[in-house]
């Protein structure tokens, strides 16, 4: 499941829809409830949508091993997350696995959930995944490993756009780390997720900031 705005149940209409032939199996009522989302967004109860999604998820796993993979956490709204994590535990005997990915800061509830902390690359890893993009010299490593902070996709997209001059040492870094397609396209996915609000208060603040840089 990616990333999904600030609607009620909206991840939950995700997992259904990946999932019809499970829905063609279920019995009359549960299978209404689902349809019923399907149309509307809306369930009739909390406990009706749980019930339902059990169901489900449990003919899903039947019919195949199933993984529900519930991508940025921090933006699923709270009623999808809860439903999916009762499921889950529920399924702990069948071929069925929940895996809820969040950034560091993001505070979910969710007991009796194993958690798996992934931190950024060590200056090892780093200097190891730079120099398989290109050679490069020990201080230039040293610098691109500082400023991408063990971020994989970060170290990986600088090592790529720096000039041979640049990699040698023989010309410095440039200022900011050069995005990429790759990277654009992940910041943008996560900026998408956000309130509209929260979208406008960046795209001021970045003209601000690019205002400042040519009056100086």
Excluded: K
């Excluded at 709270?78 to 889950?88: E, N, R």
């Excluded at 798996?116 to 890893?125: A, F, K, Q, R, T």
């Excluded at 991408?148 to 040492?169: D, F, H, I, K, Y």
């Amino acid at each position: 499941v990616q990333s999904v705005r600030h609607r009620a149940l909206a991840a939950l209409v995700t997992v259904v829809r990946a999932v019809p032939s499970a829905l063609a199996q279920m019995p009359g009522r549960s299978a209404a409830v689902l349809r019923g989302l399907l149309d509307t967004g809306e369930a009739p109860s909390p406990m009706a949508i749980t019930s339902a999604l059990l169901q489900l998820l449990g003919y899903a796993a039947e019919q195949q091993r199933t993984v529900v993979v519930v991508d940025d956490a921090q933006w699923v709204d709270a009623a999808s997350l809860a439903a999916l994590v009762f499921a889950a535990r529920r399924l702990e005997a069948d071929p069925f696995a929940l895996l809820v990915v969040s950034r560091s800061d993001a505070r979910l509830d969710l007991p009796g959930v194993e958690r798996l902390v992934i931190d950024g690359l060590d200056e090892v890893s780093s200097a190891a995944l730079l120099r398989s993009v290109a050679p490069m010299s020990p201080q230039v490593v040293a610098a691109c490993t500082e400023r991408c902070a063990g971020n994989p996709l970060a170290l990986r997209v600088m090592a790529e756009a720096l000039t041979p001059a640049q990699r040698s040492g023989i010309e410095p870094l440039p200022t900011r780390i050069p995005l990429g397609d790759a990277l654009s396209a992940a910041l943008r996915s996560r900026i998408d997720d956000l309130p509209t609000p929260t979208q406008r208060a960046l795209l001021v603040t970045a003209l601000g900031a690019r205002l400042s840089e040519l009056q100086l």
